[in-house]
């Protein structure tokens, strides 16, 4: 007791009372956290019970939810005409409790993108998503953006990049989204696309590579190179060179390229030039692209100190 009372934590009658100097708050998507005022920091546990909590419900009638410059939620009770950044739903909190079996991997292939970022506000972060317009890179997008993230959708169609932000949009009509053209099988696309967003003057925390094709034909790019390794790899490691100055300013920042363990299967060395037609295999050529792309991912660490990058 006498340890508890040194940090102020008893000095309430109920163990769900905060100590003086702490505050609840919540997160976009419901999670509550708790602000310590005196040490300046944040936490997710109950500075008392240690528990975690998420609100429960949907907002009271005439209320919404509101995020102001610092990316911090409040709430505007139009009835009233008045805001707080009090959740009126802090009443009615409920103790979260997982429901999967204890295993060792917290996530798995069968966890989405939204559970992984849960309770999570990525406010402030600027994240750049290939092929964003469909499958993972969709949602991966989607879920970054509905956490606060400003997130640029670098896609080849425009009209389906533009689709995807209407999307999102019709989720959190606050959401900071924008579609970028970026055609990997070419280098030109890839250039103009780094200047486009280096004109922009904003920050880049994370860069997911992650478009790709699988079982294409054998052809040329405008560049002349096989179109499967330019547009898996070599077009992704032109992106990344590209702006890794502005990834360097914007330490601790992050690349991720999306992959597979395709390679992992070959029994002969990855071939990381482009095959003459006759010796064309889609597969072969794909698992040397995730083969590339596992080399790639090395890279940023050693030479350019980034945050370790991740498949």
């Known amino acids: 007791m006498s340890a508890l009372r040194y940090a102020g934590l008893d000095d309430t009658d109920s163990e769900d009372e905060l100590p003086p100097g702490w505050e609840e708050r919540t997160t976009k998507d419901g999670w509550v956290y708790y602000a310590n005022h005196v040490e300046l920091k944040t936490q997710w546990d109950h500075p008392k019970t240690g528990k975690k909590k998420r609100v429960a419900g949907d907002l009271p009638y005439g209320w919404e939810q509101e995020t102001d410059e610092n990316g911090q939620v409040y709430f505007v009770d139009h009835i009233n005409k008045r805001t707080t950044y009090l959740d009126p739903r802090l009443a009615f909190t409920v103790e979260e409790t997982s429901e999967k079996p204890n295993i060792r991997q917290r996530y798995d292939g069968n966890s989405a993108a939204m559970e992984i970022l849960q309770g999570r506000d990525l406010s402030g972060k600027v994240v750049i ?81 992650n478009a790709a094709v699988f079982g294409s034909p054998w052809q040329l790019t405008v560049d002349g190179l096989e179109t499967t390794f330019q547009v898996n790899h070599l077009g992704h490691f032109y992106l990344v060179q590209l702006l890794q100055d502005v990834l360097r300013r914007s330490i601790p920042a992050r690349v991720i390229i999306v992959s597979s363990e395709s390679h992992s299967n070959r029994e002969q060395p990855p071939v990381f030039t482009a095959p003459l037609p006759q010796s064309w295999r889609a597969w072969e050529g794909c698992t040397s692209t995730t083969a590339a792309g596992a080399c790639h991912r090395r890279q940023p660490k050693m030479k350019h100190q980034l945050l370790p990058c991740g498949s």
């Open 129 to 209: 998503v290939t092929g964003a317009n469909s499958g993972i890179g969709y949602e991966t997008a989607r879920s970054l953006a509905l956490h606060g993230a400003h997130v640029i959708l670098a896609c080849r169609n425009r009209a389906r990049a533009t689709e995807a932000t209407q999307k999102i949009l019709e989720e959190w009509h606050k959401a900071k989204v924008e579609a970028m053209i970026l055609d990997l099988s070419s280098l030109q696309s890839v250039q103009q696309f780094a200047e486009a967003f280096k004109a922009k003057k904003l920050p880049l925390h994370v860069l997911i590579c």
